[in-house]
């Protein structure tokens, strides 16, 4: 069937065989061959076709096409070693740039695979697991709580199955879904039987044919008219100011040159090549590489400590991270919770509501969960008498779960909740010996015994009843006039090195914020327990009332939320962006996707829900507050060494060609040919690739590292007029005490300016002094096999051809000594800078 525009009219049978489909599923021959054949519609790019487009991205920047510009121009004019060599030299840099990337985004890559959402579906009628960007057109799917949903659906059969569809209907309250036939005009809300991609299963268990996926859903036509594009990170942004402040220098600056080179005389062909050279020289081509590189190296140290990411640019922003906010089961706690006692609301312990419980636990179908997973291994009752009739799910909004079972002739409603929602929907509360009383004479005892044991750091679940026999199935509207009989007394301890972990994040300069929907007296026990820095507590309820004007002010406070609904977890999130915060928030339920998304980093943990991982740009294989510490140490370092590159490249570099372009003003000749300026940036760049393994000095992680426009510009300043400073006076060494001609001079300048840049990073790498802070082995293999190629190369049997000369000795000693002193200087100005200029 070509169009299924109106696939919910249509009955399931029928619905099948238009698919070519049936209840057992698609064959595996089957799915590969629709997946191949919607993949051709989609366009989707071999893999030697990407692998193309990466290298020649390589040059993509616009001063290297105009460099290319100029090689043919050369190449017309008879300017044919100039050419070759330039040409030689932008292949080789466009290779090392292309080898780095596509290695660091197969990395990347794998790293992905590991955490991608997964869908049950039926092959050859098995039921297995498969990647969701496997499922195609025709499979029938397995659903349960949690579950995404990978593509639009039918469903064929379900049991209680409702989904939460507030991101395409904005409705909050989960949709029930049932098998059947809608009318053609129906609604999206109104389709009963209609599953969209991007929902999540909040309850039931069921089973749905897909219909369509990706661009083809619902969701996905949505997407296309609005046209998201993806947000860009505080890191993003300066990198792209960066960018385009080099950029519009560069350009300047060789216009500028072309122009007077022109006006005094030199060769028009020369001074066009002397001047796009220069430009590449200037320009930090390998930027994007290099920050690629520096990513990916980020990611693979911290999968090996158990930390997943799954968006790259989402490391700069762990890097940056000064608040994390976090639920406290699993992450601040053990996550196992315990059964304390079942006793009602008098303190008695009561079998009673140890049996409800039990079959509220045992015959609800929502999402695994530890409450109703503890309940079902410490209270184990034989329930083969007892038949489930009906459910009405839990929600966020309710937070309580209502199941219905037969026993016999009887029909019992069993509820189970927070304590103060279940309340609101009793009428009487059971005394011990199974009278009634009416709730309103027991209500203050109820709540004294509930704060009492709350602040214990006990977690209580109310427990309600009522006998529907001859009515058993029930909605949400049917919870009213229950039975309170009492609680089911909870305890999750703290971790067990949770006071370290604590003490390490603030370490960091990170202030941990308790955002939980258990009551503020359990919150405030365990914040104690674990060493927040306040005991403030603020409330859902307070906040509801709140403006955001109110509430900015509280954040700074207030480091305890509870009795928080899950549209809170979102807004408090914003708050503290708003306020200048870098948001990490970890969460691992159907409630927290929303705040998962919002946060700057959105973290999730391996057996999250689908939901809460897919919405996640990391993802913890173990849910611990030590693994996320050491998460934010690699970001940290992910940041400081994209930021030596970028040092590098604002110091002696930019220096180097500032000095070059103004020699070749004042001196009868270049300064350097066009072919020896690209050498040298070459050459320079080379150990830079190896800056993503280089180590960073412990003092450079303890505070969050976020990005510093006017730092880098002071730090450009400082340092390129050091540079110019001592390649003037190389230049009048030269020329002056050594009287050298156009050869010589351009080669011992061109070894001194390697030298000098090669030094300089050693020295401008670290801001401790050099001889207390060692570089990393590659870095500082990349950097010596620079300096020996530097120093061999006027000796060559090709050096005539690059336009240099063999140096006298006395020439090459009084070189390497300028190069030892401008780093000596470097090392001193270093040190006045990070004492004095940094702190301006």
């Known amino acids: 069937m070509d169009n299924l525009d109106r696939y919910w009219t249509i009955p399931a049978a029928r619905l099948l065989d238009d698919l070519g489909s049936s209840h057992e599923g698609l064959t595996q021959r089957q799915a590969a061959a629709r997946l191949k054949k919607a993949r051709g519609r989609s366009y989707e790019k071999p893999e030697w076709l990407e692998n193309l487009l990466l290298f020649v991205h390589q040059f993509s920047n616009p001063l290297i096409l105009l460099l290319v510009f100029a090689v043919v121009l050369s190449t017309i004019l008879g300017q044919y070693n100039d050419a070759i060599i330039v040409i030689v030299v932008l292949v080789v840099t466009g290779l090392l740039g292309f080898i780095q990337e596509l290695n660091a985004g197969r990395a990347v890559e794998k790293l992905r695979n590991l955490v991608k959402v997964k869908v049950k579906v039926y092959r050859d009628g098995e039921l297995c697991q498969i990647a969701s960007d496997q499922v195609t057109r025709g499979d029938v799917i397995s659903l349960s709580a949690g579950d995404i949903l990978p593509g639009?659906?039918?469903?064929?059969?379900?049991?209680?199955?409702?989904?939460?569809?507030?991101?395409?209907?904005?409705?909050?309250?989960?949709?029930?879904?049932?098998?059947?036939?809608?009318?053609?005009?129906?609604?999206?809300?109104?389709?009963?039987?209609?599953?969209?991609q991007g929902s999540s299963v909040v309850s039931g268990v069921g089973k749905a044919v897909i219909v369509a996926t990706g661009?083809?859903?619902?969701?996905?036509?949505?997407s296309r008219s609005v046209g998201a594009t993806a947000v860009e990170t505080a890191f993003e942004r300066g990198i792209a100011r960066f960018g385009y402040l080099l950029m519009q220098l560069t350009l300047v600056l060789s216009i500028v040159i072309l122009l007077v080179n022109l006006i005094i005389g030199k060769p028009v062909v020369v001074s066009i090549l002397f001047a796009l050279a220069l430009a590449v020289g200037l320009a930090p081509e390998l930027l994007p590489a290099i920050v690629t590189i520096t990513l990916s190296a980020g990611a693979s140290r911290m999968a090996r400590k158990k930390v997943i990411v799954k968006k790259l640019a989402a490391i700069q922003n762990l890097g940056e991270i000064d608040v994390f906010c976090c639920d406290k089961t699993g992450t601040l706690t053990e996550g196992t919770i315990r059964i304390h006692s079942s006793i009602d609301w008098m303190g008695n312990d009561s079998t009673k509501i140890a049996q409800l419980a039990y079959l509220n636990a045992f015959f609800e179908s929502g999402y695994v969960n530890p409450i109703d997973t503890a309940i079902r291994g410490a209270l184990a009752f034989d329930v083969s008498d007892y038949t489930k009739v009906d459910e009405v799910p839990y929600d966020f909004i309710r937070k309580r779960l209502s199941i219905v079972v037969a026993h016999g002739e009887q029909h019992l409603m069993v509820t189970k909740g927070a304590v103060?929602?279940?309340?609101?929907?009793c009428r009487y509360a059971e005394t011990a010996d199974g009278s009634q009383l009416s709730i309103k004479q027991c209500r203050e005892d109820i709540m004294s015994r509930f704060n009492s044991l709350s602040s214990e750091g006990y977690r209580l679940i109310g427990l309600a009843w009522k006998d529907i026999t001859g009515d058993p199935i029930i909605n949400k509207?049917?919870?009213?006039?229950?039975?309170?009989?009492?609680?089911?007394?909870?305890?999750?301890?703290?971790?067990?090195?949770?006071?370290?972990?604590?003490?390490?994040?603030?370490?960091?300069?990170?202030?941990?914020?308790?955002?939980t929907g258990d009551n503020r007296l359990v919150a405030a026990h365990l914040a104690k327990s674990i060493g927040l820095r306040t005991q403030q507590v603020l409330t859902g309820k307070a906040l509801h009332k709140m403006t955001d004007e109110a509430l900015?002010?509280?954040?700074?406070?207030?480091?305890?939320?509870?009795e928080i609904e899950p549209s809170q977890k979102e807004r408090l999130v914003k708050a503290l962006q708003k306020k200048g915060h870098t948001v990490g928030f970890v969460g691992d339920g159907i409630n927290d996707a929303s705040a998962i998304r919002a946060a700057d980093v959105g973290i999730s943990i391996d057996n999250a829900v689908d939901v809460a991982k897919d919405a996640a740009d990391i993802v913890l294989l173990e849910n611990n507050l030590e693994v996320l510490c050491e998460g934010v140490v690699e970001g940290r370092k992910t940041f400081v060494n994209t930021i030596k590159y970028i040092y590098i490249t604002t110091s002696a570099n930019f220096g180097n060609m500032f000095s070059v372009a103004g020699a070749s003003?004042?001196?009868?000749?270049?300064?350097?040919?066009?072919?020896?300026?690209?050498?040298?940036?070459?050459?320079?760049?080379?150990?830079?690739?190896?800056?993503?393994?280089?180590?960073?000095?412990?003092?450079?992680?303890?505070?969050?590292?976020?990005?510093?426009?006017?730092?880098?510009?002071?730090?450009?300043?400082i340092f390129g007029l050091q540079s110019s400073i001592f390649d003037f006076l190389t230049f009048g060494v030269l020329l002056y005490l050594f009287q050298s001609g156009p050869e010589t001079?351009?080669?011992?300048?061109?070894?001194?300016?390697?030298?000098?840049?090669?030094?300089?990073?050693?020295?401008?790498?670290t801001s401790r002094p050099l001889w207390k802070s060692w570089p990393g082995k590659y870095l500082l293999a990349g950097s010596a096999l620079v300096v020996l190629l530097t120093l061999v190369l006027p000796y060559t049997p090709w050096a005539g051809t690059l336009g240099f000369?063999?140096?006298?000795?006395?020439?090459?000693?009084?070189?390497?000594?300028?190069?030892?002193?401008?780093?000596?200087?470097?090392?001193?100005?270093?040190?006045?800078?990070y004492r004095r200029v940094k702190l301006l």
């Open 420 to 425: 103060k929602n279940v309340l609101e929907v």
């Open 477 to 515: 509207d049917d919870e009213h006039d229950l039975i309170f009989l009492g609680f089911v007394v909870l305890y999750d301890p703290p971790k067990q090195h949770i006071l370290d972990a604590v003490a390490q994040l603030n370490g960091l300069g990170i202030a941990l914020k308790l955002i």
């Open 745 to 765: 001079f351009r080669t011992g300048w061109f070894i001194e300016s390697t030298l000098s840049e090669i030094l300089i990073l050693l020295v401008i790498r």
């Open 552 to 562: 900015g002010r509280r954040l700074v406070h207030v480091d305890i939320f509870a």
């Open 665 to 717: 003003i004042l001196l009868p000749f270049l300064p350097l040919l066009p072919v020896q300026i690209l050498l040298l940036n070459f050459l320079s760049d080379i150990p830079s690739l190896a800056i993503a393994s280089d180590q960073v000095d412990e003092e450079s992680l303890r505070q969050p590292k976020k990005w510093d426009m006017r730092q880098i510009k002071r730090f450009m300043t």
């Open 805 to 833: 000369a063999p140096l006298h000795s006395r020439v090459l000693t009084v070189m390497i000594l300028l190069a030892v002193v401008y780093t000596i200087s470097g090392e001193l100005l270093k040190h006045y800078f």
């Open 215 to 222: 661009d083809n859903t619902v969701l996905g036509g949505i």
């Open 152 to 196: 639009d659906a039918v469903v064929l059969n379900a049991t209680d199955l409702h989904v939460n569809e507030a991101a395409l209907t904005g409705e909050s309250y989960p949709a029930g879904k049932s098998p059947g036939q809608i009318a053609a005009d129906a609604s999206l809300m109104q389709r009963s039987n209609t599953l969209f």
